[in-house]
């Protein structure tokens, strides 16, 4: 009897989280995605300034970010869980619609973000220019299509 307690607590208390690890609750799905992009933006940020000469162009420094964009950029996808169409987000209910459109723009994205590493890698600041300016062209042709704003 004991043992059957024990594991009945045991099964309540790991329950609720094995369900937000699954981001099975709309609300934690849409908190994962949001925190993940505005890391995104964040480290994709940092970059930018250096494409606009406001940060100085250090190598290592855009190499860690880069690296880091392109690590975050796995993230949000799983907050993207069925049934997270509403809520507090200016996702559009579309994404679950056209679920092929938005898994390339996604990949795009990720080729993108990947290109800009390597390009970071160089450590050639026209090359870094060129490919932030695609990675930041894939982020928007997804918010156009699938972000209210
Ligand atoms: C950024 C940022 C985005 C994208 C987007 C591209 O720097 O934070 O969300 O670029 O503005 O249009």
């Known amino acids: 009897m004991k043992k059957i307690i024990a594991l009945m607590v045991a099964a309540a208390l790991t329950a609720p ?3 937000s690890a699954q981001l099975t609750n709309a609300a934690a799905a849409i908190k994962h ?4 992009f505005t890391l995104l933006a964040t480290y ?5 300034l250096v494409v606009k000469g406001e940060r100085p162009f250090n190598r290592t420094e855009v190499l860690t970010d880069a690296q880091l964009v392109e690590t ?16 507090k987000t200016k996702a559009k209910p579309d994404i ?8 390339s723009l996604r990949e795009d994205m990720q080729v993108k973000v990947a290109a800009l590493r390597v390009s970071a890698q160089d450590g050639d600041l026209a090359k870094l220019k060129g490919a932030f300016e695609h990675a ?3 982020c928007q042709a997804c918010h156009k299509a699938f972000r209210t704003d």
């Open 17 to 19: 989280l094995a369900a």
């Open 33 to 36: 995605r949001q925190a993940a």
């Open 44 to 48: 994709f940020g940092r970059i930018n």
């Open 72 to 87: 975050i950029s796995r993230l949000p996808w799983i907050g993207f869980a069925p049934g997270s169409d509403t809520g």
């Open 96 to 103: 679950w619609l056209e679920e092929e459109k938005f898994n």
């Open 136 to 138: 930041r062209n894939s």
